[in-house]
């Protein structure tokens, strides 16, 4: 898998950077923060959730790299948090969370989901109610920004009104966007820039 090939070297001092700002993005979504049990999909080597730990209460951190994972397992052993609960892709089916959540999060996973509206419904169930979804994630970008990545098959970032339609089909209300990061990046010795926006709907 290409995460697990590049997980411990991922944490680079511009993934670094940018995941404060993303960070930084959610919070300033949350009431009462320190109350709010999370989880976050697809959370590699948990860069954004670890800015968030001193915040909130407690982070459930997903994602199908076993290698990524092993980070973040380091990660808190050297550091000594407390609030940081990382497990496969596997867990939330194998658990009864249902309405556990309250607040879903993720960074740069939609675009590798095929069937978006699948996955929506499934988060859904999870949240309380009037609980918080925030997608992190590409606009429309060069197809060329996902070269390096093997096997890529998923969406080359996303207009905001037909992600919109899937949330809002999913049962999610107040839903809004916002740009919260821009950045480039460096492949084959060409520039691709891309930004990143955030959503946020409720339960």
Known sequence: MYFDEIATKWDTQRRIIRAKVLADSIFKKLDNPEKITALEIGCGTGLISFELSDKVHEIYCVDESKEMLNVINEKIVNTDIHN????????????NYHKKFDLIYSSMVFHHIIDIENELKKLHKFLKENGYLIIIDLDIVDEKFHIEEKDFNG????????LQKAIDKSGF????????????KSINNEIIPYSLFLCSARK
Request: proline fraction near 3%; avoid cysteine; glycine fraction near 12%.
């Open 84 to 95: 940081i609960f990382p497990f496969g892709i596997d867990f939330l089916g194998k658990n």
């Open 155 to 162: 969406h080359h970032g996303f207009e905001h009104i037909d």
């Open 173 to 184: 209300h107040n839903i809004s966007f916002q740009t919260v990061y821009k950045g480039e």
